[in-house]
């Protein structure tokens, strides 16, 4: 009776481990988590928060739904984990920004100062990070404007290195009302995000004489723009 020799059965990808009940190893998991975030960004800033799926996202990935769940659980545990990726190094990055002009000019600080302090690290990274950073930026955007749960999520965000560049413009310009300065900011994220999420609609609008993806444009002109905002504000304010 002759022996039959078995082939050798195909060992599983380390993606396929992952993708099917067990956990992955840490390293693995580190990977897959950074691989489910970058699809569930990019899904998010084409499509917003209700047009995509935990499905579409896992099909984009590359992995199992559940391996979606059990490291994120459900879709907007999902969404506010994408957001705080890369709004704890913005904050970060502006923070540093602001202290560096403050110690570099102290007790001769401007408006027009600050605010290039506030947003330049934004324009420095959306021009250097890559299209993961195009499409946060534009994932910002959708949320700032979106009335049911935008404001709240901005909040959570973003609020303290808001609140920094307020009390900083208060330093500067002592004598403005913070309601003021407030309604300014309002008018400034406007401005700045628009910017950012680079829509094209500035290079048929100008027929072509300007594009939204030509940040240095968007320097030479955004800082001085917000500023003399904030002090027609301030100068137009009725004094108490």
Same mark, same amino acid.
């Given at each position: 009776?002759?022996?039959?020799?078995?082939?050798?059965?195909?060992?599983?990808?380390?993606?396929?481990?992952?993708?099917?009940?067990?956990?992955?190893?840490?390293?693995?998991?580190?990977?897959?988590?950074?691989?489910?975030?970058?699809?569930?960004?990019?899904?998010?800033?084409?499509?917003?928060?209700?047009?995509?799926?935990?499905?579409?996202?896992?099909?984009?990935?590359?992995?199992?739904?559940?391996?979606?769940?059990?490291?994120?659980?459900?879709?907007?545990?999902? @969404? =506010?984990? &994408?957001?705080? $990726?890369?709004? /704890?190094? +913005?904050?970060?990055? #502006?923070?540093?920004?602001?202290?560096?002009?403050?110690?570099?000019?102290?007790?001769?600080?401007?408006?027009?100062?600050?605010?290039?302090?506030?947003?330049?690290?934004?324009?420095?990274?959306?021009?250097?990070?890559?299209?993961?950073?195009?499409?946060?930026?534009?994932?910002?955007?959708?949320?700032?404007?979106?009335?049911?749960?935008?404001?709240?999520?901005?909040?959570?965000? @973003? =609020?303290? &290195?808001?609140? $920094?560049?307020? /009390?900083? +413009?208060?330093?500067? #310009?002592?004598?403005?009302?913070?309601?003021?300065?407030?309604?300014?900011?309002?008018?400034?994220?406007?401005?700045?995000?628009?910017?950012?999420?680079?829509?094209?609609?500035?290079?048929?609008?100008?027929?072509?004489?300007?594009?939204?993806?030509?940040?240095?444009?968007?320097?030479?002109?955004?800082?001085?723009?917000?500023?003399?905002?904030?002090?027609?504000?301030?100068?137009?304010?009725?004094?108490?």
């Amino acid at each position: 009776m002759t022996s039959q020799v078995r082939a050798p059965r195909a060992q599983p990808t380390p993606r396929a481990k992952a993708a099917g009940r067990g956990r992955p190893s840490k390293a693995a998991g580190r990977d897959l988590k950074e691989t489910i975030l970058d699809a569930a960004e990019g899904l998010f800033a084409r499509h917003g928060f209700h047009g995509v799926t935990i499905r579409q996202v896992a099909a984009e990935a590359g992995v199992d739904t559940a391996l979606i769940h059990y490291y994120f659980g459900a879709k907007r545990e999902l @969404f =506010d984990a &994408v957001f705080l $990726r890369r709004a /704890e190094i +913005l904050n970060t990055a #502006r923070g540093l920004s602001m202290d560096a002009y403050e110690k570099s000019h102290a007790g001769r600080m401007t408006v027009e100062g600050v605010i290039e302090a506030f947003i330049e690290p934004l324009l420095r990274i959306s021009q250097d990070g890559g299209q993961g950073w195009k499409s946060y930026f534009a994932l910002v955007a959708q949320v700032n404007n979106t009335p049911a749960w935008g404001g709240e999520t901005m909040a959570r965000f @973003f =609020d303290p &290195v808001v609140h $920094r560049l307020v /009390e900083t +413009l208060k330093v500067v #310009r002592p004598d403005a009302e913070y309601r003021d300065l407030y309604w300014s900011y309002q008018f400034l994220t406007g401005s700045m995000m628009l910017a950012l999420s680079e829509t094209g609609r500035i290079d048929s609008l100008s027929e072509g004489q300007c594009h939204s993806s030509d940040l240095g444009a968007v320097r030479a002109r955004l800082f001085a723009y917000c500023a003399a905002g904030f002090e027609a504000v301030i100068d137009r304010a009725p004094k108490a």
